[in-house]
């Protein structure tokens, strides 16, 4: 058999490499052969032309870390029509180059469901891969669908229940051929067939020890791992196959000839695209530069080009830095997660990822387009997954645009730019003004304009009116934070706090009165639960009738976990007193109603008093209570602070704060503060006017 150049010198390089392993001194950087002095330029050209376009359009790889979208001048714009819609999918016609084209590939549903606590159904997974494709990703790694019956339920069911479009993006993951067979008798690669997609990515190991010492296997039998597997689906079933170097950055710091040689044998196979894997997160930014641009450069050669990818971990909090590292040395693909979830502490985050190669690097991705979508696309995701989403996350987070300082709240009423660095509305997120003890003036005006709709000159509430309530406003916000209040998650509190410190405003309905009470046969809540469940199987033996059986149910749950606490409230609302509503009076109610506990008691009580004059009401939840004691040294007489979360369908959420001696009273407050909130802002009540209430 003939053997090529690149062979030939493969083979050279595998016995150099095995002779050197026990005394080599090669630099971690410095790789077998001489790195180009240029980061490679996808293009299909002739060498000639190809040059001159290099030269044209990319510093010397040696200059400094810093880039400029200046350095990629209008040449561009000839090699994106060279390079085509989609390089990959063609095979061979050309190959992305960062940080000006990347593709964005998205590993939530395969790496980043190995998560902790996290965990898709198959119907979840269907609408994720659908909400992704929408959003514009490139690719959609789907799962391993020789690992586990979920994936291949869903491989199997995407052809049915996904669009074309959908299933275009799909990818399935697998690992090459085990050692010491035939890749055609490989079960694991036969599956990845059977998923019917057009695009698999295979894991390999790139580390010499990896491969010698965990995965027990000869140096060259890893090669021809590698080389079977890839060749059997790219030149016998037609497929784009994409190469997960795993441990790569680690194993090319060790043994750089022997990382290669695992390169040159998936691309002489016929792979798409190598990916360079940081798979324990421990690598740094300047060393994922210097290897990335190494590995370009090696594979700059125009007659055969393959796009470079980076997928990151995130153990050492450098998972999104990495990857855009990676965009600047030459990387065209990048692997990230939704949120950044993903095993241990998660995968790069293309919620990160993506907005700053859209708006900082001016990559063109795909998904720019739909980059308004980012947050909404994050928090679905999080709602579907079940998790909390991250307060703090950059770009999505509720957090990423809160401005607290009343230094900085002033100096964004003059710019936006001064304290933000892009408009929030880029990526679908809002700006937020916290109110707190460090609040100034500004922040409390801020809100003000927004409840009143004073931005034009014509508002009825002049500016010094406006400015004299807010520092009135903001002394009372200073002074209850200094009693334990806390408004920053409560912006609902703060929003009523201004209301009810505005001329003319009435609320709703006010509590007149109430009180509460507890009950119980036992102070033993175990004791309780086991005699209720004894009760039950004693009337279960005494009475087999269905009539017997819903009094058991009735009895057991009485006595097991409700009615315990009884309460009254006493609430005044608006009423007519006559069909065209034009008679205003006001009504008192006396309401009483059980409860768990006294909390749940007065929500009852309070929602049945309220609920026959204000029926949208019935439609608000309450999704959270948060007891916290401010001063435990005070023991049973300290203060609490409770606060609460509401919820109107499924995307509408206000928070409302109390503070008391007496938790029952901070919780009524909180309470009766969501709910007038609801009314206020969400849904169509009647104002009481100023003369109303006697």
Request: proline share 3%; hydrophobic share 35%; net charge negative.
């Amino acid at each position: 058999m003939t053997m090529t150049a690149t062979t030939r010198k493969g083979a050279m390089m595998l016995a150099m490499f095995v002779i050197a392993t026990t005394m080599t001194t090669t630099s971690a950087f410095q790789p077998m052969h001489k790195r180009a002095s240029l980061i490679p330029l996808a293009s299909s050209s002739s060498k000639t032309s190809g040059n001159e376009h290099k030269e044209a359009t990319f510093r010397a790889a040696d200059d400094g870390d810093e880039w400029i979208e200046d350095s990629f001048n209008e040449d561009a714009a000839a090699l994106d029509a060279k390079i085509g819609d989609h390089p990959l999918a063609s095979k061979g016609e050309g190959a992305f180059v960062g940080p000006t084209n990347v593709l964005i590939y998205d590993t939530t549903l395969r790496d980043g469901t190995q998560g902790e606590s996290v965990s898709a159904s198959c119907e979840d997974k269907l609408k994720i891969a659908a909400r992704l494709a929408e959003f514009g990703v490139d690719y959609i790694e789907a799962g391993w669908p020789g690992s586990n019956p979920k994936d291949a339920e869903f491989f199997a069911r995407a052809p049915t229940e996904l669009s074309p479009t959908v299933q275009s993006k799909l990818v399935a993951f697998g690992s090459t051929r085990r050692k010491n067979i035939q890749a055609k008798d490989d079960k694991q690669l036969q599956a990845l067939l059977d998923a019917n997609v057009p695009t698999i990515c295979l894991v390999a190991k790139s580390h010499a020890w990896q491969v010698t010492d965990i995965l027990r296997c000869a140096l060259d039998e890893n090669l021809k791992m590698i080389s079977d597997s890839v060749s059997y689906l790219v030149q016998q079933h037609d497929k784009t196959v994409l190469v997960d170097l795993e441990h790569f950055f680690d194993g090319y710091k060790e043994s750089p000839d022997y990382a290669l040689l695992c390169c040159e044998a998936a691309v002489e196979a016929g792979a798409s695209s190598l990916v360079l894997c940081d798979t324990n997160g421990g690598s740094m930014p300047w060393e994922v530069a210097e290897i990335s641009k190494t590995i370009v450069a090696h594979f700059q050669d125009a007659t055969n080009p393959v796009t470079i990818g980076i997928h990151t971990h995130n153990d050492c909090g450098m998972a999104v830095a990495n990857s855009l590292q990676g965009c600047h040395s030459g990387v065209g693909l990048v692997q990230g997660t939704i949120n950044g979830i993903g095993e241990r502490t998660g995968n790069a985050d293309l919620c990160s990822i993506i907005p700053s190669l859209a708006l900082h690097v001016n990559s063109k991705i795909t998904c720019r387009d739909h980059l308004s979508k980012l947050t909404q696309l994050s928090r679905w995701l999080d709602e579907t997954l079940n998790r909390t989403p991250n307060q703090a996350a950059p770009y999505v987070g509720a957090s990423a645009f809160a401005h607290k300082g009343g230094l900085h709240v002033a100096a964004m009423e003059r710019s936006s730019k001064s304290y933000q660095h892009i408009e929030p509305e880029d990526v679908g997120n809002e700006k937020r003004v916290l109110i707190s003890e460090l609040s100034g003036r500004q922040n409390i005006l801020g809100m003000l304009k927004t409840i009143f709709n004073t931005e034009n000159e014509s508002s009825a509430i002049s500016d010094i009116e406006q400015s004299d309530r807010a520092v009135a406003i903001l002394q009372r916000v200073k002074e209850l934070e200094h009693q334990g209040y806390t408004f920053e998650g409560a912006e609902a509190s703060v929003h009523l706090m201004i209301l009810h410190a505005s001329k003319g405003y009435c609320p709703p309905f006010s509590v007149l009165d109430y009180s509460a009470q507890v009950y119980d046969q036992s102070l033993d809540s175990a004791s309780r639960v086991l005699a209720a469940q004894q009760r039950a199987l004693e009337l279960q033996g005494n009475d087999g009738s269905k009539a017997g059986e819903k009094s058991v149910s009735s009895e057991s749950s009485s006595s097991s976990s409700s009615s315990t606490s009884r309460a009254t409230v006493k609430v005044r609302t608006v009423a007519f007193d006559n069909d065209d509503d034009t008679d205003l009076y006001y009504r008192d109610t006396l309401e009483v109603s059980d409860g768990s506990g006294p909390v749940d008691a007065l929500a009852n009580a309070l929602m049945r008093a309220l609920v026959p004059t204000y029926p949208q009401l019935k439609d608000v939840e309450l999704v959270d209570y948060k007891v916290r004691i401010l001063d435990p040294t005070a023991a049973t007489g300290a203060a609490t602070r409770v606060m609460i979360e509401f919820r109107l369908g499924k995307t509408t959420s206000w928070t409302t704060v109390s503070v008391d001696r007496n938790v029952i009273s901070a919780s009524l407050n909180a309470l009766v503060d969501g709910l007038e909130y609801a009314l206020v802002e969400h849904t169509s009540c009647c104002m009481l006017c100023d003369d109303a209430y006697d």
